[in-house]
Antibody, heavy 118, light 107 residues
Framework: QVQLQESGPGLVKPSQTLSLTCTVS??????????WTWIRQHPGKGLEWIGY???????YYNPSLKSRVTISVDTSKNQFSLKLSSVAAADTGVYYC??????????WGQGTLVTVSS | DIQMTQSPSSLSASVGDRVTITCRAS??????LNWYQQKPGKAPNLLIY???SLQSGVPSRLSGSGSGTDFTLTINSLQPEDFATYYC?????????FGGGTKVEIK
């Protein structure tokens, strides 16, 4: 079964770029029908879908973040990545990588907390 | 964007109770509705997809229903492991949006 694991810096300075990687095991990022997704959760609050990428490289981003988000896939490492530019305190939260298929989000990575602070 | 509204935002219940959580979409989403459970410090876990289909491994005391704009998650005979926060989510159209969550607490 597919398992996902996020990695990346836990602290990012304001105005810099947040960069996270998700390593996929038990499955391939090149598999058809799978969309590799990032979702975040602000502290103590609800969930926000950031966007996803198909193995072909096609992407779809949340319009609220579109100008700052880039999701990419590295098939040689079986990973996909998130870059969020010009971060501010409002971008602090737990970031999850998630598999989307057949209209459902499952499984989820354990999540990684990213704090934006100087 | 499609707005998802859950009610109540929190509730207190006892072990053995029947609990119902509702989710309303701002427009019709057919049955493109999922339910997740989240415990403190953990990632959300898929419970129900397509409004009423139970994800593998999820106990049958949980059930979902609804279509269009109104949906419900029902937990029959609440168990200690059910105390958590529950979220609905629409996958009818991107951006895929979540409800604000319902926290189920011990009475």
């Amino acid at each position: 079964q597919v398992q996902l694991q996020e990695s990346g810096p836990g602290l990012v300075k304001p105005s810099q770029t947040l960069s996270l990687t998700c390593t996929v095991s038990g499955g391939s990022v090149s598999s058809g029908g799978y969309f590799w997704t990032w979702i975040r959760q602000h502290p103590g609050k609800g969930l926000e879908w950031i966007g996803y990428i198909y193995y072909s490289g096609s992407t779809y981003y949340n319009p609220s973040l579109k100008s700052r988000v880039t999701i990419s896939v590295d098939t040689s490492k079986n990973q996909f990545s998130l870059k969020l530019s010009s971060v501010a305190a409002a971008d602090t939260g737990v970031y999850y990588c998630v598999l989307y298929y057949d209209n459902r989000f499952d499984p989820w990575g354990q999540g990684t907390l990213v704090t934006v602070s100087s | 964007d499609i707005q998802m509204t859950q009610s109540p935002s929190s509730l207190s219940a006892s072990v053995g109770d029947r609990v119902t959580i509702t989710c309303r979409a701002s427009q019709s989403i057919s049955t493109y509705l999922n339910w997740y459970q989240q415990k403190p410090g953990k990632a959300p876990n898929l419970l129900i997809y397509a409004a009423s289909s139970l994800q593998s491994g999820v106990p049958s005391r949980l059930s979902g229903s609804g279509s269009g704009t109104d949906f419900t998650l029902t937990i029959n005979s609440l168990q200690p492991e059910d105390f958590a926060t529950y979220y609905c989510q629409q996958t009818y159209s991107a951006p895929f949006t979540f409800g604000g969550g319902t926290k189920v607490e011990i009475k």
